[in-house]
């Protein structure tokens, strides 16, 4: 049990009381007298603690949350007794997610219960198995609180975003991907293969609208079109040191992977297969490529656990898995950072050697940092010299983008916030212009 401030307030009694014995000691009987009573007060407060078996805590969420997103949590706490009380909870969540409404404190009607809704935000994703629960019940008069623990299994996995996969089928449904950032590129043969009949819906072109099929159905029928199908889209992603740096809260391995996640999905939408390799000094993980539902959740599980290591980024080891892999033409999406011109020389010949067979993809992840440093204005001499350095870095970085695309390479060099819409459109283009 702890003491509250009320029962320390109260203590401040009995301690003048004890102080005027010293002043007049023949008052010293009632002065023993009132110290008892508040001893027996608070003893018998003490007593009217609730059973721990009246008290029962569930905790309701869901198993699979997003990085960088809210996911809704409840606490639901019933309480068996006849008296009201007065709780407070909180819960033992990892460091790496943020939580807002816990610590929560509220009354729980006798036989009743009710419900402390909180929200957790993860920063970080990987699996996890969150178990305790810690509540604090308050004594009748209020001079005492019990701390009990609760264990309740509850593990789960941090994923990344993939609340954005729910709006973009939505949009995708209402041809409205533009919402999103998305633009539908029209090129050779993306008006010429016909795919199927659907009922008009709103923000649908009026010109694809079938006369015939609507007038058999008697609604608005409008004609969809697609692309090639059954090509290849295999992505190489970068989990070495240089993708530690932070943007908007996460780190540019995870805009990287929710830029993955996206565009994977926005792939087998299109009929295409999908693989993946995340690599550092070793291959760490390898999906082969494939298509259709599973393909979806095959993706999504292999990349949740993926963290950014220290270690220097083994390109050779990286392309000659993938040689080795990937036989088919495919276009090789590499989400990387290169930070200076010894990476580059390293990363170099193996893009020539992937040219031969490959379309190659370059998403270049800016430091943000970096760039910012380079225009800032320098006020002092050291300031000088890191702003001079910040800026001979940043102007090799966007000399090092047309290099790649001199070299034949697609290249999508972005801040790690806007890696998503441009990798996806870059894909559309690919797909609109038959590149593959």
Same mark, same amino acid.
């Given at each position: ?137 308050t004594s009748l008069l209020g001079l005492w609180k019990r701390q009990i623990k609760r264990q309740i299994d509850h593990p789960i996995k941090v994923l990344p975003d993939v609340k954005i996969l729910g709006t973009y089928a939505l949009l995708a449904r209402r041809n409205r991907i533009d919402l999103m950032g998305f633009r ?56 070495? !040191? +240089?993708?530690?740096?932070? %943007? $908007? &809260? =996460?780190? /540019?391995?995870?805009?990287? #992977?929710?830029?993955?996640?996206? *565009? @994977? ?18 291959? !760490? +993980?390898?999906?082969?490529? %494939? $298509? &259709? =539902?599973? /393909?979806?959740?095959?993706? #999504?599980?292999?990349?949740?656990? *993926? @963290? ?18 990937? !036989? ?79 070299m034949g390479a697609l290249v999508v060099d972005i801040r790690p916030d806007q890696a998503t819409p441009e990798l996806i459109n870059t894909y559309l283009r690919v797909k609109a212009h038959q590149l593959l």
């Amino acid at each position: 049990m702890i003491p509250t401030p009320r029962m320390l307030l109260l203590l401040l009694g009995p301690i003048a009381v004890g102080a005027l014995a010293v002043v007049w000691p023949a008052h010293t009987l009632w002065i023993i007298i009132a110290d008892g009573a508040f001893v027996t007060l608070a003893l018998m407060d003490a007593l009217t603690f609730p059973r721990k078996s009246k008290l029962r805590i569930e905790r309701k969420g869901h198993h699979n949350l997003s990085v960088g997103a809210n996911n809704r949590f409840t606490l639901v706490v019933h309480n068996g007794g006849r008296r009201p009380l007065q709780v407070e909870l909180t819960e033992s969540f990892p460091s790496s997610m943020a939580i807002e409404g816990i610590p929560a404190r509220g009354w729980i009607p006798g036989h009743g219960r009710r419900r402390f809704p909180y929200t957790v935000t993860p920063s970080r994703r990987g699996a996890y198995d969150l178990k305790r629960t810690y509540m604090r019940v308050t004594s009748l008069l209020g001079l005492w609180k019990r701390q009990i623990k609760r264990q309740i299994d509850h593990p789960i996995k941090v994923l990344p975003d993939v609340k954005i996969l729910g709006t973009y089928a939505l949009l995708a449904r209402r041809n409205r991907i533009d919402l999103m950032g998305f633009r539908q590129t029209r090129g050779r043969g993306s008006d010429v293969e016909f795919d199927r009949l659907r009922e008009y819906q709103r923000d649908d072109d009026y010109r694809r609208i079938d006369p015939f099929a609507s007038a058999r159905y008697r609604k608005l029928i409008t004609r969809e079109y697609h692309v090639s199908r059954n090509q290849n889209i295999f992505f190489m992603v970068d989990c070495g !040191r +240089s993708m530690a740096g932070e %943007s $908007s &809260g =996460l780190s /540019s391995l995870d805009h990287g #992977l929710n830029a993955t996640l996206m *565009l @994977s999905h926005v792939a087998l939408e299109q009929g295409d297969n999908v693989g993946l390799m995340a690599f550092d000094d070793q291959v !760490r +993980s390898i999906l082969p490529l %494939s $298509s &259709g =539902l599973r /393909s979806k959740t095959a993706v #999504l599980y292999s990349l949740y656990d *993926l @963290s950014v290591s220290e270690a220097e980024s083994d390109y050779e080891q990286a392309f000659i898995t993938l040689q080795r892999r990937v !036989r088919q033409r495919s276009l090789v999406v590499l989400i990387t950072n290169v930070m200076d011109r010894a990476s580059f020389e390293l990363l170099r010949p193996h893009l020539m050697v992937l040219m031969r067979r490959h379309l190659p993809l370059v998403m270049l992840l800016r430091d943000e940092d970096l760039f910012a440093l380079a225009e800032k204005t320098p006020n002092s001499p050291a300031e000088f010299y890191q702003v001079g350095a910040a800026a001979e870095l940043a102007t090799w970085r966007e000399s090092l983008a047309a290099q790649l695309q001199r070299m034949g390479a697609l290249v999508v060099d972005i801040r790690p916030d806007q890696a998503t819409p441009e990798l996806i459109n870059t894909y559309l283009r690919v797909k609109a212009h038959q590149l593959l």
